[in-house]
């Protein structure tokens, strides 16, 4: 089939050939190969916000403030500029497109902290269907609480943890849920999944999993709780049938709570060094599924093999299918088994990839950039996981993978110089828009100074 580099060639050859059946977004998402953020503008002129991520349609660009107190949501604009001369390429960009406003609109700011209470800046989950965003705000962890009223010892506490459920469109209150004295690991949004409108929190203090209903008034339903009680009417059924019970607590039941303590809390722990299990539970039937150890050949297997699987998203957002896995690509295959075959210990291995089970919630972004069928690029420096990275001072390469020799783009965070410091750590965030070529990287040092922004787009 031809192919070309030219955009404009590609247009017709798009007009005067029909795709196959079923590849015509896969097709559509090779225009860009040619359309890429090939163009930086360093250390822009901004506001000291701790900016978030792009919503999955690209309509919003969520930040905090520094003092982890408001919610800043913009609207992503485009630069745009005249040019008298004839060769505008060759010109220097104006001076506004050293600012942040140029491409950016900034639609309102919310203050969610209360006294006492800071916005958790790692997490923010998306409902794409309604344009409703998911927020929280904590008190700070208590490590000594005791454990009473049936929380687990050992787990620390936070007085107050807040879920705000936003519209995006104005930044109005929809509704809110209030845990006391519990603890949710709100980093990275690994303590909440939303699958459309379901939403789900796990408790780890008490041991629980609560899952709600976001309806589309945005309200906050009470669905179920799982946990000690896993059907509606347990809790009634044991104190009606006390003599039942009792002998249950003599054989099973005895030992129930050390079960459910070695199922959610030992997922929680660091995988390397303790033992750490997974279990496939079906909450309508009350049954587990299936029950692994994070050594588990089988289930490595099942990962390699059905890796998009272990990616659960909502059934609405199209474009998060196209994601990269070992399961759909085969550069991505390779590069895992690549790895493999590298490991000294195939079991260390497999625990080092279960690691990451389960996967956070909108926890990679949907950019085409980082579709591995396009294009090449170590994913040591960037990738599509929702992550900061050590910085460094040379550009981050983009190669097509269609011509293996041929640079798309790079990116560079930091100083357009590079660092004058080489002994300060700096960590950087990318943050890619999911549709346009337009990207951000934020690069910060550990020492709370202002953050470098940079701006990549399509000039």
């Known amino acids: 089939m031809f192919k070309s580099n030219n955009v404009t060639a590609r247009l017709f050859e798009r007009q005067i050939s029909t795709p196959a059946p079923g590849t015509a977004i896969h097709r559509a998402r090779r225009f860009y190969e040619n359309i890429v953020p090939g163009y930086t503008i360093y250390d822009v002129e901004c ?27 913009y609207r992503p604009t485009w630069l745009t500029f005249s ?11 104006p001076l506004k497109a050293r600012k942040f406003e140029s491409f950016f609109t900034q ?16 997490f923010f989950l998306y409902m794409e269907s309604n344009q409703f965003g998911l927020f929280a705000t904590s008190t700070a962890q208590i490590h000594d609480a005791p454990s009473t009223g049936g929380a687990i010892q050992g787990v620390p506490s936070v007085e107050k943890i807040t879920f705000y459920l936003l519209r995006l469109e104005d930044g109005a ?84 709570q050390d079960y459910i303590d070695l199922i959610i809390w030992k997922v929680s722990r660091n995988a390397d060094s303790h033992p750490s299990f997974f279990a496939v539970y079906n909450m309508e039937t009350t049954e587990i599924v299936a029950f692994y150890q994070n050594s588990a050949d089988e289930l490595y297997f099942l990962f390699e093999l059905f890796s998009d699987h272990f990616h659960v998203s909502s059934k ?34 497999v625990k080092k990839m279960m690691a990451s089970l389960p996967f956070s919630c909108q926890s990679q972004s949907p950019s085409p950039y980082f579709d591995q069928s396009l ?30 020799n041929i640079l798309k783009f790079k990116m560079k965070p930091g100083p357009e110089a590079g660092s004058t410091d080489g002994r300060t750590k700096k960590i950087c965030s990318f ?12 690069q910060q040092t550990l020492f709370l100074q202002a953050s470098v922004v940079n701006i990549h787009f399509r000039r």
Request: charged share 25%; aromatic share 12%; with cysteine.
């Open 47 to 73: 506001p000291d916000h701790s900016f978030r991520k792009f919503t999955d349609d690209g309509l919003y660009l969520v930040s905090f403030s520094r003092n982890h107190q408001d919610l800043i949501v």
């Open 316 to 349: 609405s957002s199209l474009h998060m299918n196209f994601m990269s896995s070992h399961s759909n690509n085969i550069h991505a295959l390779e590069q895992l088994r690549c790895t493999k075959n590298k490991a000294t210990s195939f079991s260390q291995f």
């Open 107 to 122: 639609l309102y700011s919310v203050n969610l902290a209360s006294s006492g209470e800071l916005i958790c800046k790692d």
């Open 375 to 404: 294009f090449r690029f170590d994913e040591k420096l960037i990738s599509a996981i929702d992550r900061h990275r050590q910085s460094t001072d040379h550009p981050i390469k983009f190669i097509s993978r269609r011509q293996p």
């Open 173 to 256: 209150r929809l509704d809110e849920r209030v845990f006391h004295n519990d603890y949710v690991n709100l980093a990275h949004s690994i303590g909440a999944f939303l699958y459309d409108d379901l939403l789900a929190i796990v408790s780890l203090r008490y041991q629980t999993i609560y899952i709600l209903q976001i309806r589309d008034s945005g309200d906050l339903v009470d669905v179920r709780a799982i946990g000690e009680f896993c059907r509606e009417d347990d809790e009634l059924f044991l104190n009606s049938n006390s003599q039942r019970v009792q002998c249950l607590k003599k054989k099973f039941y005895f030992h129930f």
């Open 431 to 442: 943050l890619f828009h999911p549709i346009l070529p337009l990207a951000l990287s934020v």
């Open 83 to 93: 040019c008298k001369e004839e060769d505008c390429d060759s010109h220097d960009l």
